[in-house]
């Protein structure tokens, strides 16, 4: 986890001209000191800087310049609380010998399949005017028992709205409506669902609100943005880059 500090730089570096890195600002913290930088993401009262160099440092908003906490303020995201419903339809298929292991232990497998769909509300606080574009991204994660690896059942990616003249504040999306098979009797089989995870995301594609139904999710929210519905990952491979990270 990165540590969150003050600016220690008491040096600019050389200027990049706004045309290469139009987010390319100067920061000063409370005490004068100053740092070049572009702010990639603002999230629980901090934000993360990258300099010029590919460093990335995180800063307390509070640890700023009055004036850089204003040009935060303004240009950030309105704070929005995410609310995450979920519809299930199980149904019992009867008993299948065909999906049996066909060895001499083996009896008819009951087949069950549960059909979900989820109801994502995003509820904006604050009366600070916000214009620029702000996605939502739900991603839904399975675990396939067979292979023992997570796979990513759904990501679905839309623009919020908050400006309807009906919506006062609230925004609402569903994700797909995504169906499940499972098998039980003989040796478990089949997919079942994992969590899910909710990403708000400005126009610069910065992250500055997620929510998740495990801590876990949460934690590997870089990784799941980076792939594709239907990818796969083993969670013997995963645990063991996990063990690399720590």
Request: glycine letters at 6%; a neutral charge.
């Amino acid at each position: 986890m990165k540590a969150i500090a003050a600016i220690t730089a008491l040096t600019l570096t050389a200027l990049v001209p706004s045309s290469a890195l139009a987010e390319m600002r100067t920061w000063t913290d409370s005490f004068g000191r100053k740092i070049q930088a572009e702010m990639i993401e603002n999230m629980n009262g901090n934000i993360t800087l990258l300099m010029d160099g590919g460093k990335e440092v995180q800063v307390s908003i509070s640890s700023l310049s009055a004036d850089d906490q204003k040009f935060v303020l303004v240009n950030s995201p309105p704070k929005i609380d995410i609310q995450v419903a979920q519809a299930t339809d199980r149904k019992n298929q009867g008993f299948s010998f065909a999906d049996a292991n066909n060895s001499a232990n083996d009896r008819d497998v009951q087949v069950q399949t549960s059909s979900t769909e989820y109801k994502i509300t995003l509820k904006r606080s604050g009366t600070i005017p916000y214009h620029k574009p702000i996605h939502a991204e739900f991603y839904l994660i399975g675990f396939d028992k067979e292979e023992q690896a997570f796979v990513l059942l759904d990501k679905t990616v839309t623009r919020v709205d908050f400006n309807q003249e009906a919506s006062k504040g609230t925004f609402v999306f569903n994700s797909d409506n995504v169906t499940v098979r499972n098998l039980q009797g003989g040796r478990e089989k089949g997919t079942e669902l994992y969590g899910n995870l909710v990403v708000l995301v400005d126009d610069q594609n910065r992250v500055f609100n997620i929510k998740g139904s495990r801590s876990k999710i949460e934690e590997h929210t870089a990784r799941i943005r980076k792939r594709k519905e239907g990818d796969s990952v083993k969670k013997a491979d995963l645990e063991s880059a996990d063990n690399r990270l720590n």
